[in-house]
């Protein structure tokens, strides 16, 4: 009888993984990134025949993929290992020649979108405006650029562009919780809402007659379907969906039907909204967690979305029915042998309710250890989107705890908001308050904890480690912030005008700065910690992990540092992200007493 080894971490990290994909003019083929080679490419699939094949051969993460207006070739973004510059190129629809149309090194081109005829490429970029970008359009032919908006108040964006390009919606975004909206016509700019205070506008159309949809939280807690009549300069509320929040619209090719993505807790919906009566119905979706959503020319909606348990895939919709493009799994695992997780809902220290997922690993495999991953952002949030950490994590025999604490998305403006000048206090407490909350129900073990996070989760896996020791036996750093005045001054030029309603003033906020950095409590760090940082990190230096390493070392805390040369905020190569979890999960298991 043969006998085979139960699959290793191996088998999910080369989960192929699935991002950005475009549909083409006459719908025959699909092109989308994927981690093929094991690392990030472009590759195409002809969706009769189903059987993919290669386009690109950079290597490189892929921040906007389209196809041309004839069809003929793809514009594709690209940066270099994880500088997260983007940079703009064309290639054959058959793959081939990688032409550079929009290439300096430290400037990004962020690509919005073209003209109707596909002669113009409108893009925002830094290139002479590091702080707040401006708006610009090529032509493709002349490679001749036009600025259309200097950027002057905060970092501006584009949101949409008329068919007859004399209309131009536009974002200014101040943090992540204010962002104002804009229509330029003829050289004057009027904001899609008059006379409005602090809001969010996060997705726009415009309507061939120049009404402008909006997804918008202008006076509410959550975001709702809204429209401006320029004309009139009329703001009318359409539909809110109670607890959820529009984040994204999708405009059917006849006009009549606007398609509304919310969020709705750790889930995501999709609405399918009649602009003529304001009707509108839920549509089921084969996903729970939508990463990407489009029309194609002919007006079939494409997406890209997971579940907790079913990796990501592309679905198109038929009639009422999905019909699945692709058919990425976890090499050799079941979808029944992995987690899914438990959705908790607890009261923190001041009664806020707070939600998160407990994923709790098979009986036979539970090693009764629990390890809190905090999420990045911090304003983000864990869904039940496929993750191979959390599965990876569960199949080992961990529990995982991941908490939604206050200042995450998807739960209202007013709870997003309160991670901002505080980023030390109230999330932690919430994270405790569900430590608690979990050991009452008898699902945790004190004295088994592990603290494992990246970006603000690297962030406040070191600060429970500085002011909680006693409740943890390790704790893993990935990117994570470890002095708030450093960290500061390190950021992207474009984010440093947020810097102080984030994360504070570093004079007038100095003690509460102070208070929430974790360098700040280095002497009660004393458990064994592996900190790994990506060397080109634009967002979280190499210098804030260095510092905390080095000064940790100096008093005698045992320290492991692991630094990939070739990568920034994240890993997209399958070699470091094997390397990384083995170096993890050895940690982990080195350390379990």
Known sequence: ????????????????????????????????????????????????????????????????????????????????????????????????????????????????????????????????????????????????????????????????????????????????TVEIGYLLHQGKSEPLIPDAKEHVTNATVLLDDGRVLLATNHESDQAYLAIYNSATKEFTKLVEMDGESVTELVLAKDEKTVYLVTSAGVQDKLYAYTIETGMYEEINLPVTSIAQITMSRAGKLYLNGSTATKPSNLYKQNENEWEQLTDVAVLGVEEAD??????????????????????????????????????????????????????????????????????????????????ERDWGDGPRFDILAGLDFLSGKGDIEEGKLIVLGGSYGGYMSL????????????????????????????????????????????????????EDSPVTYLAQMTKPMLVVQGANDPRVVKEESDQIVNALREQGTDVDYLVFDDEGHGFTKLENRITMFETILEFLHKHRK
């Open 463 to 514: 600060l429970l480690h500085g002011r909680h020791p006693e409740r943890f036996t390790s704790v893993v750093d990935i990117c994570g912030v470890s002095n708030l005045f450093s960290f500061s001054k390190s950021v992207p030029e474009s984010w440093k005008p947020i810097m102080e309603r984030w994360v504070g003033h570093p004079e007038r906020d100095k003690e509460k700065m102070t």
């Open 338 to 419: 992995m987690v899914e997780p438990e959705v908790i809902r607890y009261r923190s220290f001041d009664e806020k309710e707070i939600e998160g997922l407990f994923f709790k690993p098979k009986q036979e495999k539970d090693n009764g250890y629990t390890i809190v991953f905090p999420h990045g952002g911090p304003q983000h949030a864990d869904v039940l989107s496929f993750s191979s950490w959390h599965q990876i994590l569960a199949y080992e025999g961990y529990r995982v705890y991941s908490p939604n604490y206050r200042g995450s998305t998807r739960y209202g403006a007013e709870y997003t908001k309160l991670v």
């Open 1 to 176: 009888m043969i006998t085979f080894k139960k699959p290793d971490v191996r088998s999910f990290l080369k989960t192929f993984q699935i991002g950005l994909f475009a549909v083409s003019p006459d719908e025959q083929t699909v092109a989308f990134k994927v981690d093929f080679t094991g690392v990030p490419e472009v590759w195409a699939m002809d969706l009769k025949r189903r059987f993919p094949y290669q386009l690109t051969n950079t290597g490189q993460t892929v921040y906007d993929l389209r196809f041309s207006k004839d069809g003929t070739h793809l514009y594709i973004s690209f940066d270099n290992d994880g500088d997260e510059d983007q940079q703009v190129y064309a290639i054959p629809k058959e793959g081939g020649q990688v032409v550079p149309l929009l290439r300096e090194e430290k400037t990004k081109f962020i690509v919005h979108a073209f003209s109707e005829d596909g002669k113009r490429m409108y893009y925002g970029t830094n290139q002479t405006n590091k702080t707040f970008f401006d708006l610009c359009v090529m032509d493709v032919e002349t490679r001749q650029s036009e600025t259309l908006l200097e950027g002057t108040k905060a970092m501006t964006m584009f949101g949409s562009v008329s068919k007859d390009e004399q209309t131009i919606i536009y974002t200014e975004m101040y943090s992540n």
